[in-house]
């Protein structure tokens, strides 16, 4: 107890002489602040009671990265978000992407993507990219650098491309920055310091999968409300159950709190503490503690129990989860093939009238599913951050107050899943698919030219027999080569493409950033950067001969390897950055080049049961 007030004492001059002098000074000159405030490393702090004086809330999360290289030690958003939903504050930032180890190497859709999404459901609604150099011209290319990434800035092969992939997380960010957090669980997670909260899969509560948390401290717990049996907190939010942490130990102004919100009719979740976390008070305070918690939960308490209190109700030795179906509340998002925690995430956040279900696969796989909302009486619509489509979907079922939705995600995708129209609770749509599935109708195969920058060491112009990964090929100039290649194809289609049908080019495999730019028959077809790679061609394509042409990028790491391993010849590359050793403590020329170029195959498909997309 000692040890616990001594470091509550150090948590409280970091949040009330540091934080909050810090924002005190701020605002005097019409300012605000947003300092990460609490972690990852555990330092002698509370998290949640730092960020009161944040003005916009910031956190970190890190691309995958050998420095740290599982999710627990990646992603730390969740504390983050809970200190704005409870505080009301509208902007969740975050230091994103971060790396150490890799340089330029980064596979946006599979790196970058996949971290972006992952956040998002964590709470995350502003990113700031980590890292965004300025390097002088005479720096050279690709210039100055900050020893850890991820690199993005003009100086990177792939800046004329990166508009897709900002759009992507400028759409997505622009719905979250408008919504209220939707959770059923408040978890109460203590007062010791250091007090840093992990990642939102760690779950103290129990919640997952299917229902969402927020963390909060004992400042916050101590200003609760309720109404109609909600439990509400200063910034809004309302939650159907607190959870007390699991070490049975809390403080004695929180235990009154807790008595104070049973009486009132609050849904607790807590195992009976055994002491007070404080020495304030002294030995009669310890015996008062003791007395309160036997009136709340018994003397004798068994493993697992449920008991009335005043017009609440107390439980213990059961998860959030379990307690919240238990009382005939159905789990606000669910996957109903999968009760995998960590394949698929979801945050719900209700706009106006409007309820808006961000959806991510986590997987490298496509993935058919069929996701399950808390919601009727309302059209489902698909938003597509990708591309900027909106559609209603034409397949769903209403039954007992949910809705159920077949979605088809491709590897690492994601969508936002939105009702805001009426529609009568018995309704249900009229197709089986909200997404087509895919059928090759040709393979291009065979001779493809090539075309490099000649000022970067390539060739200017080569024929490949079939697709090859750039660092298998024997001239140096392809091996080694950093920035754009331009491929050029003439194919033949042997028959009329059918009117009322859809057909789509997939690339299926570009490496390594993996963005390509296509054009078909002189149209231009976009940036691709996402897996497979696939866009529509349905009124381009035509029988008879057809021409392709793809653009493909990859980063600058192959170009520096090949710089700075290969002695006596010309030198194409300046930077800060030393890829003599890898993080592992390997000499560059035993580090593998990184695959590059367009790997294939690349195919024409036609959809099928197209159901799906008649509007």
Not at 259 to 287: D, R, T
Not at 366 to 387: H, M, N, V, Y
Not at 425 to 454: C, H, L, M, R, S
């Amino acid at each position: 107890a000692f040890l616990s007030d001594f470091r509550k004492t150090l948590g409280d001059l970091v949040a009330y002489n540091h934080y909050a002098v810090f924002q005190q000074y701020a605002h005097k000159y019409n300012m605000g602040i947003q300092p990460e405030s609490a972690g990852p490393h555990a330092g002698p702090m509370d998290g949640i009671k730092n960020y009161a004086f944040n003005d916009i809330v910031m956190s970190e999360f890190w691309s995958p990265s050998p420095h740290r290289p599982n999710p627990e030690n990646r992603f730390f958003l969740k504390q983050a978000s809970s200190a704005a939903h409870i505080y009301g504050k509208k902007i969740v930032g975050a230091e994103s992407f971060t790396t150490i180890g890799p340089h330029w190497n980064d596979e946006l859709w599979h790196d970058q993507k996949s971290s972006f999404d992952h956040e998002i459901c964590a709470g995350l609604n502003r990113m700031y990219f980590h890292t965004f150099t300025c390097s002088p011209p005479e720096a050279g290319l690709p210039g100055q650098e900050y020893f850890a990434g991820t690199h993005v800035n003009p100086q990177v092969t792939w800046w004329e491309q990166s508009g897709a992939f900002i759009d992507y997380m400028r759409r997505t960010q622009s719905v979250m920055q408008n919504g209220k957090f939707v959770a059923d669980v408040l978890y109460y997670y203590g007062d010791h310091v250091p007090n840093v909260f992990p990642f939102k899969h760690s779950d103290p509560a129990g919640t997952m999968p299917g229902f969402d948390y927020d963390v909060t401290d004992e400042n916050i717990i101590l200003k609760l409300k309720l109404n109609d049996g909600k439990i509400i907190v200063p910034g809004g939010i309302e939650y159907q159950v607190l959870v007390l942490p699991d070490h049975k130990v809390l403080s004695m102004a929180v235990l009154q709190k807790v008595e104070e919100l049973l009486k009132e009719g609050a849904h607790v979740i807590g195992n009976k503490p055994e002491s007070s976390v404080s020495l304030v008070g002294g030995e009669e305070a310890k015996k008062q503690f003791q007395k309160m918690a036997d009136k709340i939960w018994g003397n004798e308490v068994s493993a697992k129990g449920e008991k009335k209190v005043g017009k609440g109700e107390l439980a213990w030795g059961i998860t959030a989860r379990e307690y919240l179906l238990s009382k005939g509340i159905s789990t606000d998002f669910n996957v109903i093939e999968s009760d995998s925690k960590t394949d698929f995430d979801y945050i719900h956040y209700t706009i106006g009238e409007s309820d808006v279900y961000f959806v991510s696969n986590q997987t490298t796989e496509r993935q058919k599913i069929s996701c399950q909302f808390r919601i009727s009486g309302l059209q489902p619509e698909l938003w597509d951050a990708l591309t900027g489509e909106i559609r209603e979907a034409q397949a769903f079922t209403q039954k007992d107050g949910l809705t159920t939705v077949p979605l088809t995600l491709e590897p690492y995708g994601a969508i936002m899943v939105v009702f805001n129209k009426l529609i009568d609770k018995n309704q249900q749509g009229t197709a089986q698919f909200n997404y087509p599935d895919f059928e090759t109708v040709k393979i291009i195969d065979g001779e493809w030219t090539v075309n490099f920058d000649p000022n970067w060491g390539g060739p200017e112009s080569i024929s490949f027999p079939e697709l090859i990964d750039w660092t298998q090929h024997s001239n140096e100039g392809i091996k080694y080569y950093s920035g754009t290649a331009i491929y050029n194809k003439t194919f033949n289609l042997d028959f009329e493409p059918e009117k009322d049908k859809q057909y789509f080019l997939q690339l299926e495999n570009v490496k390594d950033v993996g963005i390509a730019e296509v054009k078909i028959n002189e149209k231009e077809k976009g940036i691709l950067w996402t897996k497979p790679f696939r866009v529509e061609i349905s009124k381009e394509l035509q029988k008879g001969e057809n021409t392709m042409q793809i653009k493909v990028v990859n980063s600058w790491y192959n170009r520096v390897a090949g710089d700075q391993t290969l002695h006596g010849k010309k030198q194409y590359t300046t930077t800060n950055i030393d890829l003599k050793h890898d993080y592992r403590g390997r000499p560059i020329d035993e580090i593998p080049l990184e695959p590059s170029g367009l790997m294939g195959p690349v195919t024409i498909k036609k959809a099928v049961n197209i159901e799906w997309f008649k509007q």
